[in-house]
């Protein structure tokens, strides 16, 4: 009794001290996941997730308002608005270059800083400007005979096309060389924070366009101006101080790598040296630099090169500089590796598949409701963040190159449901429709034999433009403030299509792309990253910005020139053969890419 009793003690004890060891292993573990937390809280990785959301959020608020604020100043009329689209395109397509060079030749946090700056103190003024505005737009129409108005909305154009370049020199700066740089060069963790920055992109870009029409629909314009005014006060100093703390715990961020020395690079700018030469005065060893910077041109031809420059006034050289960056921003764009990728991105721009005004008015004529649009456009958010997951896991498995083969893949296969929607059961697309065009020639053919036939065939053609004096856009009170478009709730009668197959096959396909969409594009962001030399990572990023730019322009002219719902059909083939094209692009790539060793970062 005694052994067993001791047995009993002795096991009682044991059982004792093995639970105490578990509870001290677990506290351990609390202690060590709560440090690890702290830890990730405190890391780069987080404030820099945290500044991209702040930024995020502000960019998508504001592009969404502004188009909603030109439109209301210039009485319910597009035309501010195509301006403005088009004064932020034109910017952005002529200036990516020399906002990229000026990335690559300043210090990080000099870059970071002040296109931070510029950006919210560009939405800041012209917040306030607009404020001012609406209300008192009656008393600053009665001045100047109307003039002062022109004046306001010229300035209001240009802050915002000001603040939208500073936001195009931070994104490149962010997400196209900090990351690279946090990520030590590993093209693991690099694409783990592509990825959850494109998730993060995909919610703010449904979520921050809803809060602010939000605000706008239940108060005013002016508290809808102020809101946005308060918000990038506040987000200025958060990131301003979340930037830097990364910059001062990331020491790698503080080294830039010196101008590639070889005369194609494109970083090597004769000007720029030609006018410490004019300022100096000129010494024997500032011309040999001149002439070494630009080798293939003789002794003769750099010196009358070189007079010809001295001789130009201060203005003229600058402009000639600025040229000359351009063109060799683009030069070393067209000289990457990873050129045919870019332009394959860039080429997928040029389409009316996507959820931008556009394709939802299309949908609006076809009698889809404001409600199930917004629905719709929710379940793209979230199959664009199935794309993020799907990148990550198939870059794990196949690699970066077969990412963006796969990729291509699905997106091109989901896109086919959309070209059958133009042939399937109610799609308003009719041939027919074509032959106003040719019986113009014809009618201007036989125009002199009188014209007989002109006045027959008139009785079958199809307009190609809307009434005199059809508004528009409807009351206020009709309209529902979403992401990127204005949404119509009250179908007009007539309306509806004879079939509802051809607008559920166009949004099947249009919501399934965007897996394999996303997926293609995070991947040619990384081999964008990953094979562009540190030195060069500004300037062909900046040109990619404006290639983008270029190929949207391109889809806009398109939907211009063919604007009924009648021609959408063959607006989204024309789409399809685009987004073909930039995909072809990529498979080139791809076929040269497995045959060369990778580009300028390491693992």
């Given at each position: 009794m005694?052994l ?11 059982v ?6 578990i509870r ?20 780069p990785?987080?404030l820099?997730?945290?500044s ?9 608020m ?5 188009s909603?604020?030109?439109i209301e ?13 088009l ?12 906002i990229g060079?000026w990335v690559?030749?300043?210090?990080r946090n ?10 919210n103190?560009s ?5 306030i ?14 001045i ?14 240009v802050?915002?096309?000001?603040a939208?370049l500073?936001?195009?020199a ?19 963790h690099?694409?783990g924070?592509?990825?959850?920055m ?10 921050a366009?809803?809060?602010v029409?939000q605000?706008m629909?239940l108060a005013?314009?002016?508290?809808g101006?102020g809101?946005?005014?308060g918000?990038?006060l ?9 930037l830097?703390?990364?910059?001062r ?8 790598p010196?101008?590639?020395?070889d005369g ?7 000007a ?9 005065g000129?010494?024997?060893v500032?011309?040999?630099?001149v002439v ?9 031809d750099?010196?009358l ?7 130009l006034?201060l203005?003229f050289?600058?402009f000639?500089w ?5 063109k060799?921003?683009?030069r070393a ?5 990873v050129?045919l990728?870019g332009?394959?991105l ?7 598949l996507?959820?931008?005004c556009?394709t939802?008015?299309?949908?609006y004529?076809?009698g889809?409701?404001g ?6 456009m ?6 664009g ?7 990550t896991?198939?870059?794990k498995?196949?690699?970066l190159v077969?990412t963006?083969?796969i990729s291509s893949?699905l997106?091109?296969?989901c896109?086919l ?8 059961p109610?799609?308003p697309?009719?041939?027919r ?15 002199a ?8 065939r008139?009785?079958?053609?199809y307009p ?8 528009l ?6 309209i529902h403030?979403?992401?990127n ?6 179908m ?12 559920i096959l166009?949004f099947?396909?249009v919501?399934?792309a965007?897996?394999?969409?996303w ?8 081999l ?10 500004g ?6 910005s ?5 190929m ?17 059909g063959?607006?989204?083939?024309i ?5 073909t ?23």
């Open positions: 005694s067993r009793a001791d047995a009993a003690q002795c096991g009682g004890v044991v004792e001290l093995e639970s105490d060891d001290e292993a677990r506290a351990r573990k609390a202690r060590s996941t709560s440090g690890s937390a702290l830890i990730y809280l405190r890391g990785k987080f820099i997730y945290v991209g959301a702040l930024s995020m959020w502000g960019d998508r504001w592009h969404f308002a502004i909603v604020f030109l100043l210039y009485g319910r009329n597009l035309l501010l608005t195509a301006i403005f689209g004064v932020v395109a034109g910017s952005v397509l002529l200036l990516g270059a020399l060079d690559d030749r300043n210090p000099k870059v970071a800083h002040a296109s931070l700056l510029v950006q103190i939405v800041t003024v012209c917040s400007v607009l404020m001012l505005v609406f209300l008192y737009k009656q008393w600053i129409e009665s100047w005979d109307g003039w002062l108005t022109v004046v306001c909305y010229t300035v209001v154009i802050l915002a096309d000001v939208n500073a936001s195009t931070l994104t490149i700066a962010i997400q196209r060389d900090w990351i690279v740089v946090i990520t030590g060069y590993n093209r693991g690099l694409a924070m592509n990825a959850t494109r998730r993060i992109d995909q919610v703010t870009n449904i979520l366009p809803l809060a029409g605000v629909t005013s314009n002016v508290i101006c809101f946005i005014l918000w990038n506040v987000s200025l100093i958060v990131e301003f101080i979340f830097s703390r990364v910059y715990i990331v020491p790698a961020l503080s080294v830039k010196p101008a590639p020395e194609q690079a494109s970083l090597e700018r004769p720029e040296r030609t006018e410490g030469l004019v300022e100096r000129g010494s024997q500032e011309h040999s630099e070494t910077s630009a080798p293939g041109l003789s002794d003769d750099m010196s090169n070189l007079k010809e420059i001295t001789n006034p203005c050289g600058r000639r600025l040229l000359s960056t351009c060799d921003g683009w764009y067209y000289r990457q590796d050129f990728a332009m394959g860039a080429f997928l721009y040029t389409t009316v996507g959820f931008d556009i939802t008015g299309y949908a004529t076809q889809i409701s409600s199930l649009l917004s629905l719709l929710g379940v793209s958010a979230i199959t963040l199935m794309g993020t997951i799907m990148f896991k198939l870059r498995a196949y690699g077969n963006g083969i893949c997106h091109l296969c896109l449901l959309c070209v059958c929607s133009v042939f399937a109610g799609s697309m009719d041939l429709m074509l032959r106003p065009i040719l019986d113009a020639n014809a009618n201007s053919t036989l125009s034999a009188g014209g007989m036939v002109e006045g027959q008139q009785k079958h053609t190609m433009r809307g009434g005199i004096n059809q508004p856009l409807p009351d206020r009170s009709s403030w979403t992401n478009t204005v949404l119509f709730e009250n007009p009668s007539g309306m509806e299509p004879d079939s509802y197959i051809s607008i166009l099947l396909g919501i399934t965007r897996i394999g969409l997926s293609f594009d995070l991947t040619v962001t990384q964008l990253q990953e094979n562009i030399c540190e030195s060069e990572r300037v062909v990023n900046g040109v990619q404006s290639m983008n730019y270029l949207d322009l391109l889809h806009f002219i398109m939907v211009i020139s063919a604007p009924q719902p009648q021609h959408f063959i607006l989204v083939i789409s399809v053969l685009f987004i094209t930039g995909h072809t692009m990529y498979f080139l790539y791809a076929r040269k890419a497995k045959r060369k060793p990778a580009g300028c970062l390491d693992t």
